[in-house]
């Protein structure tokens, strides 16, 4: 199996297997025009997030040959329930955050999936003024805005139990 | 050695990788509180992840900021279709709270203050409408669970509920949308009371004599292409009544049984013990600890892909407290409108 080499923007170099590569669709477009022998600059990508994405790589084959189903091909995000138990101890809201960013840009679409999973898990059953606590995100909306939005969602669903 | 900024690939990866170098410097997970900005996130990354919090967490997502917001009404449409195609929906609400409890298809529960259910029977559902008879004042109503609108039928001729089932060709909010009740007079009749929304002001009485050609107990009513139908408990025929000008004409199909795997077009699902197979694992959903008695209206539903039918049934733990404890359950297959703008009070 083909090593390619990669530099992370803090001037580490990693060796990924070549299908494991091509599941990066930016690394792809820039292998399918340059050799495979170069070395690949990726700027955007810090170590600690390359070391990630590895470790997600080798959970994943662990457990295809576990249990024998090809789960990259399927594009299935949602089935690595307890690896993503895993994955999210370890990972605080800020390096979720930068790991979402650089998965987008290095196009790995089953890696993506996940953390858009395990983000979106992390905002269930929090009222809003928990979302905005937690994510740092900045409350933009006048009291009149906001009081006009707030009915909009009320045909769905009335009061669901939120937790604090 | 040749790097990745060649001309070719400007729009390719550079472009897109100046984007995030912009940000990049933000990035860094040693500054912590100061750069961390969620808002900031790709518009298409944001509506992936309200995609994936689902509809119930939509209610406060939506409120967060603005970006979040637009991301919330972009991830819309996926959301309604995911939450919406996972199976049936089972309503269960008791005349002692007016407090009723939802276990949608994929799981979730949800509790809803709906006291207009107090004291009522559901007959049928169409959608997210319940057809409501009121026990004591002998009213018909269409009520929608999610919306709370309410729309009144005239008086129905009987006071009381005995084994009446029903079917709603279509929502109650359409001119042509036509109702039918069918119960056992006595033990020589079956009547059927019609009722067309649009145009009638008082139910329409039709008995059905000729009970030596059919003699089953009507579990479960259905309305296809002008013809209400009505299963009984053996299945193996089933009674239908056009409605086609008006004709209101009877007859008795025979049905066709064939083994699971051998489906052929115009396959349907029968399931009389829908609820009975899940008892024990709703009881502990719903919360339910005590011995219950639960009086279930079915529906159709998909199953596979096979339009399935949802039978009446009436499940009880035999425990001397059973009868005291006793549930409406109503088994729903929702659909809503992807403009909710129509369903604001």
Redesign the interface.
């Given at each position: 199996m083909k090593k390619i080499s990669v530099r992370t923007?803090d001037g580490q170099e990693f060796e990924l297997e070549e299908n494991l590569a091509m599941e990066s669709a930016?690394i792809k477009?820039?292998l399918d025009?340059?050799?495979r022998d170069?070395?690949?600059?990726l700027?955007?990508v810090?170590s600690?997030e390359m070391v990630k994405i590895i470790e997600f790589f080798t959970k994943v084959q662990e457990l295809e040959t576990k249990f024998g189903v090809k789960f990259m091909e399927k594009k299935e995000g949602r089935f690595l329930e307890a690896f993503q138990a895993e994955f999210d101890k370890d990972l605080?809201?800020?390096?979720l955050?930068?790991l979402?960013?650089t998965v987008?840009?290095l196009g790995i679409e089953v890696l993506?999936?996940n953390l858009?999973?395990l983000?979106?898990e992390r905002?269930?059953?929090?009222?809003?003024e928990s979302?905005?606590n937690l994510?740092?995100?900045?409350?933009?909306?006048t009291p009149e805005e906001?009081a006009e939005?707030?009915?909009?969602?009320?045909?769905?669903?009335?009061?669901?139990?939120?937790e604090e | 050695m040749t790097g990745l900024f060649g001309n070719r690939f400007f729009t390719r990866i550079l472009k897109k990788a100046t984007f995030y170098a912009i940000k990049g410097g933000r990035r860094s997970p040693e500054k912590q509180k100061e750069i961390r900005d969620w808002s900031d996130l790709p518009p298409e990354l944001l509506s992936l992840i309200a995609e994936r919090a689902g509809l119930f967490a939509l209610q406060s997502f939506h409120r967060v900021c603005k970006a979040w917001n637009s991301a919330s009404s972009a991830a819309l449409p996926q959301i309604l279709e995911t939450e919406l195609n996972q199976g049936p929906w089972f309503l269960l609400y008791d005349d002692k709270s007016p407090k009723c409890k939802v276990l949608t298809g994929s799981g979730k529960k949800l509790i809803m203050s709906r006291p207009e259910l107090d004291r009522t029977t559901c007959l049928a559902t169409y959608q997210g409408w319940l057809l409501l008879f009121q026990q004591g004042c002998g009213s018909m109503f269409f009520f929608h669970l999610f919306s709370r609108r309410r729309i009144d039928l005239p008086q129905f001729p009987d006071s009381e509920l005995t084994d009446h089932v029903a079917a709603v060709s279509c929502s109650p909010t359409s001119q042509d949308c036509m109702v039918c009740v069918i119960s056992r007079s006595n033990d020589a009749e079956l009547e059927a009371k019609v009722l067309y929304l649009g145009e009638d002001q008082a139910w329409t009485k039709l008995k059905y004599s000729r009970s030596r050609v059919y003699t089953g107990t009507i579990k479960f009513a259905v309305y296809h292409t002008g013809i209400f139908c009505f299963f009984d408990h053996r299945n193996d025929r089933i009674l239908t009544l056009s409605t086609e000008n008006r004709a209101h004409n009877w007859s008795v199909i025979n049905l066709i049984f064939s083994p699971k795997n051998q489906s052929r077009p115009g396959t349907l699902l029968f399931d009389r013990g829908e609820l009975k197979k899940k008892f024990d694992d709703m009881k502990k959903k719903m919360g339910l600890t005590k011995g219950v008695s639960i009086s279930t209206c079915g529906t159709i539903t998909l199953s596979e892909g096979l339009p399935k039918f949802i039978f009446n049934e009436i499940i009880s733990d035999h425990a001397e407290e059973s009868k005291r404890n006793h549930f409406k359950g109503v088994w729903m297959q929702p659909r809503l409108k992807q403009n909710p703008s129509t369903y604001k009070r």
């Open positions: 923007s930016t477009t820039s025009a340059f050799s170069d070395i690949i600059l700027p955007n810090n600690w605080s809201d800020d390096n955050y930068c979402l960013w987008d840009y993506l999936e858009c999973h983000m979106a905002t269930k059953n929090k009222t809003v979302c905005r994510f740092g995100v900045q409350h933009d909306y906001e939005i707030r009915e909009d969602y009320s045909w769905a669903f009335e009061g669901p139990e939120i | -």
